[in-house]
């Protein structure tokens, strides 16, 4: 079993930035890619893809929205995936996901990732 808890979350405002954690614990960590997706409220199951990072760190994804603003990183000597997020906008805001892929590397769609940690909610002010 494989448990992720996320942290970092909070109110900022535009232009601000916040960092999210993602601690894993249970079954290996290091051999699994990671990613954070993102849900806003009302636009159902879908979560969006925002970046997910092979286990190697080699291969990194970005959301097209979240390009060039967000920062992913993980340690693996900490069970630990980063997401660093710059240059906030209003329609940032959404409950963050961390999650561990089937594989060793990264994937777009949110089917290909096993394990989900609860979110943290992330709001940004205009």
């Known amino acids: 079993q494989v448990q992720l808890v996320e942290s970092g979350g909070g109110l900022v405002q535009a232009g601000g930035s916040l960092r999210l954690s993602c601690v894993a614990s249970?079954?290996?960590?290091?051999?699994?890619?990671m990613g954070w997706f993102r849900q806003a409220p009302g636009i159902g199951e879908e979560r969006e893809f925002v970046?997910?990072?092979?286990?190697?760190?080699?291969?990194?994804f970005y959301g097209d929205s979240v390009k060039d603003r967000f920062t992913i990183s993980r340690d693996n000597a900490k069970n630990t995936v980063y997401l660093q997020m710059n240059s906030l906008k209003p329609e940032d805001t959404a409950k963050y996901y961390c999650?561990?892929?089937?594989?060793?590397?990264?994937?777009?769609?949110?089917?290909?990732?096993?394990?989900w940690g609860q979110g943290t909610q992330v709001t940004v002010s205009s």
């Open positions: 999650a561990r892929a089937r594989t060793s590397q990264p994937s777009r769609s949110q089917y290909d990732y096993a394990y």
């Open positions: 249970g079954r290996t960590f290091s051999t699994n890619a």
């Open positions: 970046s997910g990072i092979s286990w190697s760190g080699g291969a990194i």
